[in-house]
């Protein structure tokens, strides 16, 4: 069945919060992350950081002592006791818990009459996506999705490409990416381990390579999936970084996948081949093309895979007979305002009414709809049908 609400129309008319006064900013879970998101909320002149929660005692105090924000209250056990202190009158929350956590964190902060702010990926299943998007629609609240790449100009121009009518009708994507050695463990396991992460380079970088492509095209529904995932490397203690480190223990923690690949139908009888790897033989997965029927576009993939353009790209395509290749130069990074600024921003213009939700749920929802059908798929050994149904 059709995925049918619209979370931009519900938000496009009055202001969400009151914008008398600052916004009342929450952080649940602060770890690595969280010290992008505070980076950002401090730039922001009508923002007050008020409370913070993280499952491990006094680490959200040390957090925001490091960042030198005072005044907040973090005498939390854990996001909900914060969420249950009414004389917060938090208005928005980020979400910055490992992903494991992401579906209780996004829905109990919505239904205690809170804006969410939801690190990628949006959960690990397509059922809690589900919730999610349920959680959002009951409870009439912002939810954005943290997919900063978005925000970038070159992620942009792929789909103003792509809506420009100048490849014709896309048919067939690659896309995936990856890193030679890149399992992320410089600050502990919580992205190796099952009980934390739930998913490996398929949904920490998987989501990104599936963002850029599916935005692109207008995120059409995922219908099949066949795919594969694989732990080679995270389960091998000889693993280079894990002795570089001195951590051969890792190996033993690792629950998670370091190398996955798909393939995808979408509605409109697009095909996606994917891939995606933390660690691999090899320097790349390859480039993302884009092939349609009056031209094809190459988006080079960067090295150390995290959702950017690697290069200038290229429309292949044939003009009076000729078979040419138009370039289409990087823009330069912004230099005024980070993604990551860009992302808070955005969300808070969300927050207040007078802007889009900037990554919507119910795109989302069929990002980790393809995440979790690979690792389905890959479970089963077969092919599977991806079922959505009503929210
Ligand atoms: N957008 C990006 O560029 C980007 C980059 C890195 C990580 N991430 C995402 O951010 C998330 C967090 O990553 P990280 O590296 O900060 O992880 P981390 O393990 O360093 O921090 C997560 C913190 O959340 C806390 N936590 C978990 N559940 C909680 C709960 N219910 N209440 C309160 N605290 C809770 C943990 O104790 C931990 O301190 C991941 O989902 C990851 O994919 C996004």
């Known amino acids: 069945m059709a995925f049918t609400y619209d979370p931009n129309a519900a938000n496009s008319s009055a202001a969400k919060v009151d914008t008398s006064r600052k916004l009342r900013i929450g952080i649940i879970g602060t770890g690595w992350i969280a010290d992008a998101h505070i980076a950002s909320y401090k730039k922001m002149p009508d923002v007050e950081i008020v409370a913070g929660a993280d499952l491990i005692p006094g680490k959200a105090a040390a957090f925001f002592k490091k960042h030198g924000v005072e005044g907040v209250k973090t005498d939390y056990a854990s996001h909900k006791e914060m969420l249950a202190d009414k004389s917060l009158q938090l208005d928005a929350v980020s979400v910055c818990t490992y992903n494991r956590t992401h579906a209780v964190c996004a829905i109990d902060s919505m239904k205690a009459g809170v804006h969410v702010l939801l690190e990628k990926p949006m959960c690990v299943t397509t059922e ?24 970038d100009e070159n992620m942009k121009m792929i789909k103003k490409i792509v809506d420009s009518g100048e490849l014709g009708q896309i048919y ?8 030679r050695r890149g399992i992320p463990t410089p600050f502990g396991t919580t992205f190796i381990e099952d009980k934390t992460a739930g998913l490996g380079a398929l949904g920490d970088i998987g989501c990104y390579s599936l963002d850029m492509v599916l935005n692109a095209i207008g995120y059409p529904k995922p219908l099949t999936v066949s795919g594969w995932k694989s732990d080679f490397f995270g389960k091998d ?10 951590h051969p223990e890792y190996a033993s923690l690792f629950g998670v996948d370091d190398f996955a690949a798909a393939f995808v139908r979408l509605e409109g009888g697009i095909i996606l081949d ?16 884009i092939l349609g029927t009056k031209g094809g576009l190459r988006i080079p993939s960067t090295e150390c895979w995290n959702g950017s353009v690697g290069g200038a790209m290229k429309i292949y395509h044939e003009v009076c007979g000729s078979q040419v290749c138009t370039e289409i130069p990087i823009i330069p990074e912004d230099r005024n305002m980070s993604l990551f600024d860009k992302k808070i921003r955005s ?7 007078i802007a889009p939700i900037p ?10 709809a393809i995440i979790d059908g690979i690792a389905k798929s890959s479970a089963i050994g077969k092919e599977i049908a991806i079922e959505i149904p009503e929210i």
């Open 359 to 368: 990554v919507p749920s119910s795109q989302i929802l069929y990002n980790q």
């Open 347 to 353: 969300f808070l213009d969300a927050c207040k009414g």
């Open 172 to 179: 067939y994507i690659q896309t995936g990416g990856g890193r």
């Open 128 to 151: 809690e996506a589900i919730e999610i998007c349920r959680a959002e629609k009951e409870t009439g609240k912002v939810l954005s999705i943290g997919f900063q790449p978005r925000l």
């Open 237 to 246: 203690p000889s693993y280079s970084n894990y002795v570089k480190t001195g």
């Open 274 to 289: 994917f891939r995606i790897a933390w660690a691999m033989n090899m320097d790349t997965c390859g480039d993302t093309l």
